[in-house]
């Protein structure tokens, strides 16, 4: 047998003609699966996996480390990537690398190999992690050989060699879709879409329902946080309550979805330099932010909350960029973490026709006083002390003007 490797396995069109190149060339594979969430039929992906050339078939269950340790992570610090993305395949790149990598040293392999290609910012997302937790491996991502290249220009030519080669894909020539999807979110980039002026097609979509053709009732629902995390979810037009971490994701993605809340059309800018459209759609992630967002601010002190809308950008732009295992992300995950305290109380919530709407939202932590805001009543706040306030705040405004009137 050749040199032992392990590769990223999907059982899509990529990983699926990479597993048979690499074959032919001699590799001993270790072919990997993660299970984060997806629809995927993990039996027969391992039967072909099988079938193309490898000698070994992992399949890992992810998916409560994936909610715990990384969504919910990233929405304590209410993480959104250019104002629109919320980071699904992001999130579980790190993971997948991370459990790979421990494949790697149980099975005695020294090569990493994933189905990335060398335009995307995946490739810079399971590169970044196999060195940073396995900094001697050898990696190869065949997308960056010429041998590999020169071969295959794009997906076009890999469709026809899967045909020709009798390798089951899901992808055909007439929906050359490029999909990503975990319990986060389902993503679509390739093909069609790759005109930022061309619509997606209504039917594409796998977790929502487009807001327009979406159910004419209302669903009410009440999230329970505990220190940043929801733990439990109270479907009140269902009549049903959610505990759980990956249970309650579920169920947001399924009610979200009913609602056509979640769908996102955008062009970003990818870490490689290239601008990119993508569409995303992601119902439960984007409820739960919402969520959380609001009642931060019935529990954070104004500062606080202040210093966490400045960090977000970055942190968002750090997991954008690959960077999960870095030193600069232990240290902000750090101030996140010590934010996210006293963010415990229950947020009131309709869904409706593609909309996540805040009706309320109650906590014992909170430090909201109805009576210092009220209009009705003093509440032990003196009005008259802001005169003060207001001159003092002005002295250096008053300066500047007068500086500039000479």
Not at 8 to 22: E, N
Not at 42 to 62: H, N, P, T
Not at 346 to 365: E, P, W
């Amino acid at each position: 047998m050749g040199e032992k490797l392990v590769l990223a396995y999907s059982g899509g069109l990529d990983t699926s003609i990479i597993l048979k190149w690499l074959s032919e060339k001699g590799y001993d594979i270790t072919a990997y699966l993660a299970d984060v969430g997806q629809e995927e039929d993990f039996k027969a992906a391992k039967e072909k996996a099988l079938l193309l050339g490898a000698s070994k078939v992992y399949i890992e269950d992810l998916k409560k480390e994936f909610v715990q340790e990384y969504i919910f992570k990233a929405l304590k610090a209410n993480c959104i990537y250019e104002g629109n993305y919320l980071l699904g395949t992001s999130l579980a790149r790190p993971l997948i690398a991370k459990k790979q990598v421990e494949i790697a040293r149980k099975e005695g392999a020294k090569i990493l190999s994933h189905g990335a290609t060398g335009k995307g910012n995946d490739q810079v997302r399971f590169e970044l992690t196999y060195l940073a937790l396995m900094p001697e491996a050898k990696i190869i991502a065949p997308w960056k050989e010429k041998e590999f290249i020169d071969k295959f220009k794009g997906r076009q030519d890999m469709i026809k060699y899967a045909e020709e080669k009798g390798i089951p894909i899901p992808v055909t020539q007439k929906k050359p879709y490029s999909t990503d999807e975990n319990l986060m979110h389902t993503s679509f980039e390739s093909g069609i879409l790759e005109d930022p002026a061309t619509a997606p097609d209504d039917a594409m979509f796998k977790k929502a329902i487009v807001p327009q053709n979406a159910k004419d009732s209302e669903t009410k629902l009440e999230i329970v946080f505990e220190k940043g995390i929801p733990v439990l979810v109270n479907d009140l037009s269902n009549a049903k309550k959610i505990s759980g971490a990956l249970e309650i994701v579920k169920h947001l993605n399924k009610i979200g979805g009913e609602n056509g809340v979640g769908i996102v059309d955008m062009v970003e800018n990818r870490f490689v330099g290239i601008k990119s459209r993508g569409v995303y759609e992601t119902p439960g992630g984007t409820i739960l932010l919402k969520a959380h967002r609001d009642l931060e601010g019935l529990t954070l002190d104004r500062e606080v909350s202040h210093l966490k809308d400045m960090l977000m950008p970055k942190i968002s732009e750090l997991i954008y960029n690959g960077f999960w295992f870095s030193p600069e992300m232990e240290f902000l995950n750090a101030a996140i973490e010590k934010s996210q305290e006293h963010v415990n109380g229950t947020v009131k919530m309709t869904l409706y026709k593609g909309n996540a709407i805040i009706t309320g939202r109650s906590s014992a932590d909170s430090l909201y006083s109805q009576k210092q805001s009220s209009m009705d009543e003093e509440g032990g706040f003196n009005q008259q002390d802001s005169k003060g306030f207001i001159k003092i705040n002005a002295i250096r405004l008053q300066a500047h003007q007068k500086r500039e009137q000479k």
